[in-house]
Each structure stands twice: as C-alpha cells, then as structure tokens.
C-alpha cells in the first residue's frame, strides 16, 4: 500500500492507539542487488516482498512501501502482545529474505534491520510511534546487533525494540 492507502487504513482503524506494533523496516543489501544486476531484479525483490508481506500479514495489518527499500508495518492488537507479533513477524520475514527472493537473476538473498514501537505502551499517537520506530531502525543499522534501544523520550514509557535482521 502507499501511503494514500495507508491513511485511508488508519482512518478505517479506531482502536490503533489501544494497541498496535509499529515496524519501521529498511533492507540490508538492497542496493549491491541493483548494482550488479540491475534495477529490473531490485523491482522483483520488491515486489516479492510486497507479495510475502499480502500472504503473511493478517487482514487487518498494514504494508506500505515508504520510499526505497523503507517500509512501515502496523500490526494492531493488544499493545501487550504488540512486540511478540512484531519480533515473530520479523524473524519469518528474515527466513524468507535469507532463502532469497526468487527474481529472474535467480533467488537474491539481502536482509533486514528493523526498528518496533508499541501504542499504547511506547507512544499515545501513530505519528510518536512511527517516529520512535524509526528511531530503533536506525539505532538497529547503526549498531548491527540485537541490543536493548534507548528511548528516544522522557517518562515511564518502555524503550522501543531494535534489530537487525
């Protein structure tokens, strides 16, 4: 979905800030698979990883493609099991980028680094959420190990999760 999708999806979601896992996620590797064999195979890995994303998201979680190889997912739910379905969702997503996208040029194999706030525990808005996403994701890439994620406000708030995938 792109992001006019992906507002009319929110506003179609009135419980969000109950509960739901925001992933900012950003490819690893993606751009040596346009570099050497091409944009065409880079337009496949993405559209296989839109197609994985339609299969393995419930109905009611939303994929949009933010820009490049940035995507946003929200998975809504209670806020407690938020991080668990965000990690579980992770860690499939990063099996299937391991077995490679299978393009023309053969399966292509890249990986992920992602970033995971929770509403309701982390943030009160999707905006805060989606901001304190990306923040883990860029902590995640910066320091290309699963550790703990400093958060990026002040309050009782519980941290915002980082991994590399």
Same mark, same amino acid.
């Given at each position: 979905?792109?992001?006019?999708?992906?507002?009319?999806?929110?506003?179609?979601?009135?419980?969000?800030? +109950?509960?739901? /896992?925001?992933? !900012?996620?950003?490819?690893?590797?993606?751009?040596?698979?346009?570099?050497?064999?091409?944009? /065409?195979?880079?337009?496949?890995?993405? %559209?296989?990883?839109?197609?994985?994303?339609?299969?393995?998201? %419930? /109905?009611?979680? /939303?994929?949009? +493609?933010?820009?490049?190889?940035?995507?946003?997912?929200?998975?809504?739910?209670? !806020?407690? +099991?938020?991080?668990?379905?965000?990690?579980?969702?992770?860690? %499939?997503?990063?099996?299937?980028?391991?077995?490679?996208?299978?393009?023309?040029?053969? +399966?292509?194999?890249?990986?992920?680094?992602?970033?995971?706030?929770?509403?309701?525990?982390?943030?009160?808005?999707?905006?805060?959420?989606?901001? %304190?996403?990306?923040?883990?994701?860029?902590?995640?890439?910066?320091?290309?190990?699963?550790?703990?994620?400093?958060? !990026?406000?002040?309050?009782?708030?519980?941290?915002?999760?980082?991994?590399?995938?």
């Amino acid at each position: 979905m792109n992001r006019a999708g992906f507002e009319a999806w929110r506003a179609a979601q009135p419980n969000l800030a +109950r509960g739901c /896992a925001v992933v !900012a996620l950003d490819l690893d590797g993606f751009k040596p698979i346009n570099d050497t064999h091409g944009h /065409a195979a880079g337009d496949a890995v993405l %559209r296989g990883i839109g197609s994985w994303l339609q299969t393995h998201l %419930r /109905a009611q979680d /939303a994929a949009v +493609r933010l820009g490049g190889d940035e995507f946003l997912l929200c998975l809504p739910g209670e !806020a407690s +099991r938020g991080r668990a379905a965000a990690l579980e969702v992770g860690a %499939r997503l990063k099996a299937m980028l391991q077995e490679g996208v299978p393009t023309s040029e053969g +399966r292509l194999r890249l990986g992920c680094s992602m970033g995971v706030a929770v509403m309701a525990e982390q943030a009160d808005t999707m905006e805060a959420a989606i901001e %304190r996403a990306d923040i883990a994701l860029y902590d995640a890439k910066r320091n290309k190990a699963p550790v703990p994620a400093r958060d !990026a406000g002040d309050g009782p708030q519980k941290p915002a999760t980082l991994l590399t995938l």
